[in-house]
């Protein structure tokens, strides 16, 4: 199952709403996570089972979708939200990530 | 607080062997399957290696079957990955990896430990 992220890149400004978008190549239900990741840092789970927020993760971040289309919403943009963002699928193995989306300062 | 603690990376030549471990804390090792998860320098995630919790079940991604094999001593709460017959393009940081109940997605990860491949 191959996942594809959009866009790579996007630039926004604090305060900014934005979506970044993930596509799996077949369905997967809602088996789909989210992870942002700094530079220099491991990953932070941010959402898993699609929609369902980690604990202890701002409610500005939400996500949706199921089957094949997904959606990463981060509302009201903060500095330290800057990063890169990463789908991951479970549906089944192998497990993919998408390609990542760099978020960055305009 | 769950700690998930890597080591053995460093410098290896191409062809050559690599024991990385994982010392886990703070959580009830053997109830979770636990995964690696690489990254190549300015590059995305990749998925590596999982074992499940307790079964001697064992999953590889394609780009290292036959040459990796992942273990894990529950009495000792330590995940292992054994790498063999490197090669350049397995240089990354290497990542230990807590899966959840809910599923195989990750929701705690070490700090990473660089595996340069290179002559």
């Known amino acids: 199952i191959q996942l594809t992220q959009s866009p790579s890149y996007l630039s926004a400004s604090v305060g900014d709403t934005v979506t970044v978008t993930c596509r799996a190549s077949?369905?997967?239900?809602?088996?789909l996570a989210w992870y942002q990741q700094k530079p220099g840092k491991a990953p932070k789970l941010l959402i898993y089972r699609a929609s369902t927020l980690e604990s202890g993760v701002p409610s500005r971040f939400s996500g949706s979708g199921s089957g094949t289309d997904f959606t990463l919403t981060l509302s009201s943009l903060q500095p330290e939200d800057f990063a890169t963002y990463y789908c991951q699928h479970f549906r089944s193995l192998p497990l993919t990530f998408g390609g990542g989306t760099k978020v960055e300062i305009k | 607080e769950v700690q998930l603690l890597e080591s053995g990376g460093g410098l290896v030549r191409p062809g050559g062997s690599l024991r990385l471990s994982c010392a886990a804390s703070d959580f009830t090792f053997s109830d979770f399957a636990m995964g690696w998860v690489r990254q190549a320098p300015g590059k995305g995630l990749e998925w590596v290696a999982l074992a499940k919790s307790t079964s001697t079940e064992r999953f590889y991604a394609d780009s290292v079957e036959g040459r990796f094999a992942i273990s894990r001593d529950n009495s000792k709460s330590t995940l292992y990955l054994q790498m063999n017959s490197l090669g350049v393009d397995d240089t990354a940081v290497y990542y230990c990896?807590?899966?959840?109940?809910?599923?195989?997605?990750?929701?705690?990860w070490g700090q990473g430990t660089l595996v340069t491949v290179s002559s």
């Open positions: 077949q369905g997967i239900s809602t088996s």
């Open positions: 990896a807590k899966t959840r109940i809910t599923g195989w997605h990750f929701d705690h």
